[in-house]
């Protein structure tokens, strides 16, 4: 099964960052599971407040050699993460 994810965080002046990391390789561990041919992580920052974690686990079901790699970004930052395979550019569930 394909497991998509994204993480909001919020930057604190102070804290146990430690804690936050633990909680973030618990949940990395669970997503990886759940799509063992494919796994990637985009980390980008908004504001330099808010941490944002795009983070896709792709389970090849059916169709080609290769499964459809993700997150997907173009030139203007976009970034598009979903639950399914792509065959001949027709998005099919998961």
């Known amino acids: 099964m394909c497991g998509i994810c ?10 146990d960052e430690r804690q936050n ?3 973030s390789q618990n949940l990395l561990a ?15 920052s908004f504001s330099d407040v808010l941490d944002l974690h795009f983070i896709s686990s792709v389970l090849q079901l059916r169709g080609g050699s290769s ?5 997907v970004t ?4 976009n970034i598009l993460l ?11 569930k998961c």
Request: proline share 6%.
């Open 6 to 15: 994204i993480s909001l965080s919020f930057r604190e002046r102070s804290g």
């Open 21 to 23: 990391d633990v909680v």
């Open 30 to 44: 669970r997503l990886k599971r759940r799509g063992p041919n494919h796994f990637e992580t985009l980390s980008s």
């Open 67 to 71: 499964p459809s790699l993700q997150p």
């Open 74 to 77: 173009d030139s203007s930052g």
């Open 82 to 92: 979903w639950n399914g395979e792509i065959f001949d550019e027709t998005l099919v």
